[in-house]
């Protein structure tokens, strides 16, 4: 009901725009802008003691600049143009000037500035760049914000294509009629509180709370100015640098290319960051304060769109979280971020959480009652045994380990930048491999039996990327002389001590691979995959290893879309293809 009415509205305000006319005022004159339109189409900015108003203009728009800076006196100004005015008197109205020009400038100053309370849009440009304008920056706006499009002396019609198809986008989340609009314009619609239209300005008033993914290479310029209840100090840092492979990659003959196997490894500079203030720590490592995402929350912090299964991504830039997994309570004390996006998993476990541990020394010597830090999903969901069991094996005392089964709010936390990222760009850091030895040194069962070759497989239970003729490959490299493991039957130590006694380690791609990590002697590893399978973990893993690696490829039941990625094929069954492997294979069997 509340869309149609919104509906209603922008239409009877597109008519009555149409009755009087699409041509501007003679010898340039302009309707008066002020607080009496503002009152006249019921709106007012919000209702803060320190709101924050920005001015959007280029070129010759003195007067309508000074017009707002006096509209919005005592309010913290900002005023965004390529070059400042001398006449604007900025100094005089407390504003301050940034220095920008294109979208992209503007989306990076008013990152640490936002959340926004009104935005006025003075470009000198046609309603289709300003459409443009709002699409990209509108959701820097705090929910009860306002835009305004102030349209005079721009010199064209008051009712444009564009600027029709842009009232269109904003009540295309009515989902009353087909708009066309996208994922992006539905968004952008739903988040429209309230349009008033006159000939010289539009007014749009926001709702929804978007919260800002904030990236980790850009977090220690933008967190503290952008959540002033929030402070960051920097623990430690660990230059970025360049990882070079020396060992031979081999992958061997597909029906598709199989990218990201990269010789060349870049990674980033690694921040130890410790975060005070109301912190709310939800659940799959989604970690955020009042308008911002925090980069911990994200695994993979370096690809184009971040990505957190409890954040609705909006796009690049933008999330939204849903009401209910805001926490109702807090958790005292000093803690540790070591949750990951899907907790009790292996895999992840193994891979996002222990590639966070090399900071906890430094941080547990700054803050002597520091706690480790997980979720569980719910109460009474599981005993937490595989975490504490790493978590100790690496040093961390089992008194300093503390899970949370229910979003709390935190006012102490410490996050590291991981040191393994499985998505492009993949990276590894060489000193990861210090973190393996480190709980190697506890973990590893030296008293189990080892065996030179051995084949990792899995069991029929498990439901992702099932090999269908697995019983048949694990003859076919038993009769090769290797000896069968299914690691999920092993306790964790006795893994480690299997895995670090073995020259030459094969089996299907997956977790159960991962605890290659604790190899001392490898020299060749095997890997059989699905064309499908993207995940990069076993490339990541033994780039630190200095062993040669051998892929062998076969087709998936489901492929990829052309020139696209799905989540069926990623998970995929399959079948190994002796037909187009096994002299390859066998070529390199012989050869051990």
């Not at 699409?135 to 009860?144: A, E, V």
Request: proline share 5%; glycine share 8%.
């Amino acid at each position: 009901m509340a869309e149609r009415a919104l509906t209603n509205k922008v239409r009877a305000g597109l008519r009555s725009l149409r009755r009087r006319g699409e041509t501007p005022p003679a010898d340039g004159a302009a309707d008066e802008v002020g607080p009496g339109l503002l009152a006249d189409a019921g709106l007012e900015p919000p209702a803060r003691a320190d709101r924050s108003v920005i001015i959007l203009t280029q070129g010759d728009t003195r007067t309508p600049v000074v017009e707002w800076l006096s509209e919005f006196a005592g309010d913290r100004l900002h005023v965004i143009s390529l070059d400042a005015d001398p006449e604007w008197d900025l100094d005089g109205h407390g504003a301050t000037h940034h220095r920008a020009e294109t979208l992209d400038q503007y989306h990076w100053l008013l990152k640490p500035i936002g959340p926004v309370d009104v935005l006025i849009d003075l470009l000198p440009v046609d309603d289709a760049t300003h459409l443009l304008t709002w699409q990209r920056l509108f959701l820097h706006l705090r929910p009860g914000g306002l835009w305004l499009v102030d349209r005079r002396g721009q010199g064209q019609s008051a009712f444009t294509a564009a600027f029709a198809s842009w009232v269109q986008t904003m009540v295309a989340a009515g989902g009353t009629e087909d708009v066309g609009a996208n994922a992006r314009d539905l968004e952008l619609g739903a988040s429209t509180a309230q349009v008033s239209i006159s000939r010289d300005l539009l007014v749009i008033k926001k709702r929804r709370w978007h919260f800002l993914k904030l990236r980790d290479a850009e977090t220690n310029r933008v967190l503290e100015s952008r959540e002033p209840n929030l402070r960051m100090r920097e623990l430690a840092g660990v230059k970025g640098g360049e990882l070079i492979i020396g060992s031979k990659i081999i992958s061997h003959e597909s029906t598709v290319p199989i990218p990201d196997l990269n010789t060349t490894l870049t990674y980033p500079e690694l921040h130890l960051r410790h975060y005070t203030g109301k912190i709310a720590y939800v659940s799959n490592a989604l970690v955020h304060g009042e308008s911002t995402i925090l980069p911990d929350s994200f695994r993979h912090h370096l690809e184009a769109s971040p990505r957190n299964v409890r954040v609705n991504s909006i796009s690049a830039a933008w999330g939204r979280i849903r009401q209910d997994l805001r926490p109702k309570d807090a958790l005292p004390g000093h803690y540790y971020q070591l949750d990951c996006e899907n907790p009790g998993h292996f895999g992840h476990l193994m891979t996002e959480v222990i590639s966070r541990l090399w900071g906890w020394d430094a941080a547990k010597a700054e803050i002597p009652d520091l706690k480790a830090l997980f979720r569980i999903r719910f109460p009474h969901e599981r005993d937490p045994a595989l975490e504490r069991r790493l978590f100790t094996a690496y040093g961390i005392d089992e008194d300093d380990i503390v899970w949370a089964d229910h979003p709390v709010y935190v006012e102490s936390l410490v996050a590291a930048t991981p040191q393994f990222h499985n998505q492009r760009p993949h990276y590894v850091h060489p000193g990861l491999i210090d973190t393996w030895r480190r709980i190697g040194e506890k973990l590893i069962n030296r008293s189990v039996e080892t065996h030179d070759q051995i084949f990792i497989s899995r069991q029929d239970t498990l439901s992702n990327r099932v090999c269908r003729n697995a019983r048949e490959v694990e003859r076919w490299f038993a009769d090769h002389g290797f000896t069968i493991i299914y690691p999920e039957t092993l306790d964790l130590g006795e893994q480690a001590g299997i895995f670090a006694g073995a020259r030459v380690i094969a089996g299907f791609g997956g977790s159960a691979l991962f605890n290659a990590i604790h190899a001392e002697k490898l020299e060749t590893l095997i890997i059989l995959n699905h064309e499908s399978y993207t995940a990069r973990n076993e490339h990541l893993i033994s780039a630190l290893l200095d062993c040669d690696v051998h892929y062998f490829w076969s087709k998936s039941d489901v492929a990829h879309p052309p020139g696209g990625w799905s989540e069926e094929a990623y998970y995929s069954s399959w079948e190994f293809d002796f037909d187009h492997n096994r002299a390859e294979v066998e070529k390199l069997l012989a050869e051990l």
